[in-house]
Structure formats: structure tokens, C-alpha cells
RNA sequence: GCGCCCAUCGUCUAGCGGUCCAGGACGUUGCCCUUUCACGGCAGAAACAUGGGUUCGAGUCCCAUUGGGCGCGCCA
């Protein structure tokens, strides 16, 4: 292809030596020239090549008029030619640079639509002149802006640009994290949620902003909590088993989840999705299904318990284990009528009960818990307890 | 330094000359619901970077300034 052009005229043997073109480079800074490459060897004749040096081929570029790409994001954007110099098509060595290679492998491969980060943009006005000297028809272009972190600063990879593998360590879900990035540049009126039929519906250039976003973690999290509230149970637990071997490491947890454990996550996730935001918390707030009697307190579950809750602990017991039926409503009723009966509000038996059977001061509804972790489970949590 | 791009609530954005004393979402504040934590419901605070134009009329068009970003290799 370079032979092609040098044919026709479009491009040219350069022979200038590295030092010569970091001394160009400066002499041009210094001056407040745009063009790095002043075309020395544009229009000489190849019998003035000093001997012994191999060159390099570059291209003829128009020195003036305008480069224009009209841009399905950008717009039109325009490059005045005199700002533009010759780079370099073919290396001393023979092999292409990049900026040729693309141009001729897209075309090659029939490529219809160049759509890439907004960081390529200066190179588009380059590959165009490449196009133009080849004489071959541009694709479509569209340069989207480039995802910032949110500091505003760009994403790098020592900044806060993290790989897709990443995500699944934090416990976001794919749907959500699609949803959260389509949204994230690009907008369909007022809309937030889309499914991935939605988006490949609804998706295009004309409405992609030209701005940089930042990352915002905490609507990425809003959005994923959507996401786990809205699905489905066994989908959840199929997304948990999944995920679990890339969730950190915690301790107290099972490495993998047995059939049982399953279906005990497939009882409690009702309750459970609704608490949590993304797959790591919906882990953590699982936590107690598998937990192993006797029961590790948490500082606050303990305080509930030496504050008076053991007695109510205590007092209970009896009565749950006479219960005909395990059912949350029984269980429920048990309940009210002793909190009643003592002259107290729910919340001060529920606590203790809270505190006994899952080690901790937050958990779902009280009653759920006992459902889900069965009769002989619960009562042997709570007597735990008791002595 | 030079070239190019960008600029509406803290953040993501709607807005394509009048319907905007600027709408939605996240976050935030208060209230309600409530057995905890969440969910949910209701209410609120919160923005057109600045300065010039154009126009009867500008968040919307033009210019400048300021502030961000990207690029500037015989790297890709």
C-alpha cells in the first residue's frame, strides 16, 4: 500500500535521523508551530539520500485546505492542514505504523463503523488523510467520551480503572452494571431502567453526550439493589453460587454452597434481597443461615443479650418449642401475646430473639428467620443462649 | 506550547429559541411506615461557569474568558 502511494505521489522517502527530529520537535515547541515534522524530505530527490540510512516513508499530506470528519457524536470537526505534518506510514525497518495499518486492515475487512473513545479523535483527522490519499471511502466514525473517575480525574489503571472482573468481586450484578454503563453518556429521555432488549432497541449515537462522566459507585450500587429486589429468587441464589468463589474471602463462610445451603438461601431470600445492594451483602446478610452453634455474637447482639434480653430468651423458649405448627404466623402470635402479657413492645423481645438466633442486631424479619432455620435449629440457637 | 473536544443541581442527565421562576435519577435533609436493618411512601434543599453579542425573546445560536479533558513517537 505505502508502494502505492509513493506511486502516486503521496507519499515520500524521508531520511532524517532520529536526532534530527527531536531537534525539529523542540525548534517547533519553542516556536509555537503545531507541526512537529517540518517536510524536509517532501519534495527532494531521492539522489540527495544520505548513504548507509534507511528511510522511512511518510505520507504527502496536503499542506493546505481542511481535514474534516464528520463525526456521528462529535459533530463536524475540522483540522486546519497546515497543522497537520507527515507522519510516518512505513518504519525504516519496512513494517507499517499503526496509523496505516488500521486504515488498510478496517478496509480490508469492510469495516462500516469506527467506533472508539474520543481519545482517538486527533488520530481520526490522520487515518482520514490516509483514506483520502488511498482514495477510499471513510467509515461512519463516532468518538464517545472517555468514563472519568470521580474526581474528574481520567481513569488509569493505577486511578480507580478497574477490570469487568473487578465488579463480580464487589457483587454487581451484570444486568446492573449494563444498565448503570448505557446510562452513563448516554440518555433516552428520562428513563433509567433498561433491560438489554430496551437497550438494543433504543440505543444510539445521536444521543451519546459529549462530555466525560464520572463513575458514581453509589448509583451504581442504587441500581444493583434495583436489580436484586427486582429478581428473581432462584435467580439470586444461582447468581450467589456463582459469584461466591470471587467474593473476598471472609471467614465463617462456607467456600462452596452445599444443596442444603441452597435451599435454606432459596427460603430466606425473600427477606434477604430486600436488604442488600449488591451480591456481597446479600452473602453478608446469608451469613447467619450458615453459621455453626454454639453462635459468635457480635458486640451488639451481645449487649442485647446481657441487657435483659437473655430472660426474654429464656422465657420463650417453652413457648416456641410448644407450638403445634412452625409457622410465622404461630410464631408471630406466640410472640405479641408474652410482649403483651410483659407489657412491652415487640421490638424489645424481637431484639433478644434477633440477637440469639443470627449473632447479630440487624437481620430480616424476626419470624422468617425461625421459619427458615427450622424448628430444631431455632430452638437450639436460642437455648444456646440461655445458659 | 500547539491542535481538537467539552461546560445544566455534589453525580448521571432531560432540554434541540418562547410550553423552564429548568424536569427525572442517584446522593442528601425531614416526616411517615416499622420487631432491627432495609424496602416503600410523602415533602424539601440543590444547577443553566463568567462576560459580551444576535433576537421581540437564550439554558438553548455566535464570540471571548475561565475551567476541565484528550492528543501531539519510525507506540498502539
Same mark, same amino acid.
Given at each position: 500500500m505505502a508502494e502505492q502511494l509513493l506511486a502516486l505521489?503521496? =507519499?515520500y522517502h524521508c531520511y532524517a535521523s532520529p536526532e534530527e527530529l527531536t531537534q525539529m520537535r523542540e =525548534? =517547533? @515547541?519553542?516556536?509555537?508551530? =503545531?507541526?512537529?515534522?517540518?517536510? @524536509?524530505?517532501r519534495d527532494r530527490d531521492p539522489s540527495e539520500a544520505p548513504p548507509g540510512v534507511k528511510p522511512t516513508i511518510r505520507l504527502k499530506a496536503p499542506l493546505s485546505g481542511e481535514t474534516v470528519i464528520e463525526d456521528q457524536v462529535q459533530g @463536524? *470537526? *475540522?483540522?486546519? /492542514?497546515? /497543522?497537520l505534518d507527515d507522519l510516518v506510514l512505513l518504519r525504516s525497518d519496512g513494517t507499517p505504523t499503526y496509523m496505516l495499518a488500521v486504515v488498510v486492515d478496517d478496509h480490508d475487512m469492510g469495516v462500516t463503523h469506527i467506533i472508539r473513545g474520543d481519545d482517538h479523535l486527533t488520530n481520526a483527522a490522520r487515518q482520514m488523510q490516509i483514506y483520502q490519499a488511498l482514495g477510499w471511502q471513510v467509515p461512519i466514525m463516532a468518538h464517545i467520551p472517555l468514563i472519568h473517575g470521580s474526581d474528574g480525574a481520567k481513569l488509569s489503571k493505577r486511578h480507580g480503572a478497574l477490570g469487568i472482573d473487578s465488579y463480580r468481586a464487589m457483587g454487581y450484578l451484570p444486568a446492573a452494571l449494563r444498565n448503570y454503563l448505557v446510562r452513563l453518556g448516554w440518555s433516552h429521555g428520562d428513563k433509567e431502567f433498561f433491560t438489554t432488549e430496551e437497550m438494543i432497541e433504543s440505543f444510539d449515537l445521536a444521543h451519546i453526550g459529549r462530555s466525560p462522566a464520572r463513575f458514581d459507585f453509589s448509583k451504581l450500587e442504587n441500581m444493583n439493589g434495583h436489580y436484586l429486589r427486582a429478581g428473581r429468587e432462584e435467580d439470586l441464589v444461582a447468581a450467589l453460587v456463582e459469584t461466591w468463589p470471587h467474593l473476598p474471602d471472609r471467614a465463617g463462610l462456607p467456600k462452596t454452597l452445599d444443596a442444603s445451603m441452597q435451599t435454606k438461601l432459596l427460603a430466606a431470600m425473600p427477606g434477604l434481597k430486600e436488604r442488600a445492594k449488591t451480591l456481597a451483602e446479600l452473602r453478608e446478610g446469608a451469613a447467619f443461615l450458615f453459621a455453626k452453634r454454639p453462635l459468635a455474637l457480635d458486640a451488639q447482639a451481645a449487649d442485647i443479650l446481657d441487657s435483659g434480653g437473655r430472660q426474654h430468651v429464656a422465657s420463650l423458649l417453652p413457648r416456641l418449642a410448644d407450638l403445634r405448627e412452625w409457622t410465622p404466623a404461630a410464631m408471630e402470635a406466640v410472640v405479641r401475646a408474652y410482649a403483651e402479657e410483659m407489657n412491652l413492645k415487640l421490638g424489645q423481645v424481637a431484639q433478644p430473639l434477633r440477637a440469639a438466633l443470627t449473632g447479630r442486631a440487624t437481620s430480616p424479619g424476626i419470624f422468617d428467620v425461625l421459619h427458615v432455620l427450622g424448628r430444631a435449629e431455632s430452638l437450639g440457637r436460642l437455648e444456646d443462649q440461655t445458659r
Open positions: 505521489g503521496h =507519499a =525548534a =517547533a @515547541r519553542r516556536e509555537g508551530r =503545531a507541526k512537529l515534522y517540518d517536510g @524536509r524530505w @463536524r *470537526v *475540522v483540522w486546519q /492542514n497546515e /497543522n
